[in-house]
């Protein structure tokens, strides 16, 4: 077994993220179960929670780093942070308009926060009484009314749970403001971590398998202390309560799939089913300062990207506390939603690229990334997808010269812009194949050239 991890600084804090990659034979279950996922490519991902009325900002001070973790950079008390509940009133949020975006946006999946670090759940619980329902004048079980929307647009449903974290537990993970230091690594028990985890946590996983009609995953986070017995507590819960459920990857024991580091993608393809979880901005959970938006263009490349990888794209929203989801986001999603109306062919159900060369390259003088390993030198002028019989060549900008086919030893039927079907001339000479892309590009975002091929898959 390999064991990939990678580290990063979130907040004050240092997180370990390992996904154990396996190098055994498929596991048909496991593939069977991902079949869908594999599909989807693109889906929406939600931060909400009690953060997004203080949107980065407490006491009238700034607080730098990520929305959703305001309680942990401003080292605010439970008692304090607890009144925000008392002030939890979104009476703007709709769940048919957010799935209505979400649908809009080409986007196939919702993941949404269920309890984040904070430890508020954003939905009913008989185990915890800081929830939507008990503890806000809201009262309104927000999950509940996103699962019956998604089941009417039948939009795929999962569910973000964290785990270990919870600050407003003394044995859950991470606040050392209120309850001192976590358990240490030699396992004497210096917070009741366990406690935590069968009072708290296991009971509310079982609450969302069970209220919320079938979940399409859940998504478990920073595993902090998440020995392999743990997780698998939790895996159980999930697989023998809904079988059909994803665990994404990082919970801390083997899941279904591999999450990378947020906004990271691989530089290379990869068979494995995995997912890149990424921010629209630069935050997760709303903050008022954050207008870094990256643009439509920026988006379609990083979607494009990621499937001629062999990946999803998880992208992020993060709602205000009137549950509005900020209008420059929703702008964004839908243009790129309006591309992928024409050019989505490219996207859904598609596979890898059968080349790699397209990607880029690594320094050829030995340089390092930042996190000290090999620079990849990307390249972004082109990428590609591939379903049975057909190339989908997707192009950022305008080739220069002819564009020279890879070398495939498959007949080559015919090409066409898929945007309008117009046929494009093929030239080949001495083994080569190019055509000439039409000029100036049809769509100023990204152009996509469909190439048909005899057989099913790429002979090189
Ligand atoms: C975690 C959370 O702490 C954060 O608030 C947000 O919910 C995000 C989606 O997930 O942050 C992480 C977790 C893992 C890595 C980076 C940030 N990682 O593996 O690089």
Redesign the pocket.
């Known amino acids: 077994m390999r064991r990939v991890a ?1 580290w ?1 600084l ?2 004050a804090s240092l ?1 370990t ?1 390992g996904a154990t990659q396996a190098p055994k034979s498929p596991d048909p279950v496991k593939e069977k179960r991902l079949e869908w996922f594999r599909d989807v490519k693109y889906g929406m ?1 939600i ?1 909400w929670g009690l953060y997004a009325i203080p949107a980065g900002e407490w006491n009238g001070k700034r607080s730098l780093g ?1 929305g ?2 305001i309680m942990n950079r401003a080292q605010i008390p439970v008692k304090e942070y607890e009144k925000l509940a008392t002030k939890f009133n979104p009476v703007k949020f709709n769940a048919d308009d957010w799935v209505q975006l979400a649908h809009d946006a080409g986007m196939k999946y919702i993941v949404i ?1 269920s309890k ?2 904070d430890g508020f759940a954003m939905f009913k619980s008989k185990v915890s009484p800081y929830n939507i329902v008990d503890a806000t004048p809201f009262k309104r079980d927000v999950l509940k009314e996103l699962a019956d929307a998604c089941a009417k647009r039948n939009m795929r449903l999962g569910f ?1 749970y ?1 785990q270990s ?1 919870d600050w407003h537990e003394p044995g859950g993970a991470g606040n050392t403001w209120d309850f001192g230091p976590d358990q240490g690594p030699d396992q004497k028990e210096l917070k009741p971590y366990d406690k935590y985890l069968r009072e708290k946590a296991e009971p509310q996983v079982r609450e969302l398998l069970t209220g919320y009609g079938p979940i399409a995953l859940i998504w478990f ?2 595993p902090r202390m998440m020995t392999p017995e743990r997780g698998q507590r939790f895996a159980d819960i999930v697989r023998s309560m809904q079988p059909n459920t994803l665990i994404d990857g ?1 919970l801390g024991t083997e899941g279904d799939y591999r ?4 906004n ?1 993608i691989p530089a290379e393809s990869s068979t494995e089913a995995w997912e890149t ?1 990424a921010t629209i901005n630069d935050t ?2 709303f903050r008022a300062d954050d207008t870094n938006w990256k643009s439509p263009g920026q988006i379609t490349f990083k979607l494009i990207d990621i499937v001629s990888k062999g990946g999803n794209y998880l992208l ?1 929203v993060g709602p205000t506390a009137e549950g509005v989801i900020p209008q420059p986001s929703q702008d964004i999603l839908r243009t790129v939603g309006r591309w992928l109306k024409v050019n989505g062919d490219a996207v859904y159900g598609a596979q890898h690229s059968p080349f790699g060369d397209e990607l880029g390259e690594y320094s050829a003088r030995g340089a390092k990334d930042v996190r000290g390993q090999k620079l990849f030198l990307p390249q972004t002028e082109w990428r590609v997808t591939t379903k049975p019989g057909k190339l989908y060549f997707t192009f950022f900008s305008e080739p220069r010269t002819p564009f020279e086919i890879p070398a495939i030893k498959n007949r080559i039927r015919g090409a066409y812009r898929l945007a309008d079907h117009a046929p494009l001339e093929l030239k080949t000479e001495s083994g080569k194949t190019t055509f000439n892309m039409p000029r100036p590009m049809l769509d100023p975002m990204a152009t996509v050239v469909v190439v048909e091929f005899e057989g099913e898959r790429i002979e090189r």
């Open positions: 990678s990063i979130v907040g997180v993220i991902f931060h990520l959703e973790w926060t984040h670090h973000y964290s974290q986070d920073t990082r999450s990378t580091g947020d990271v979880p997760w959970g992020n």
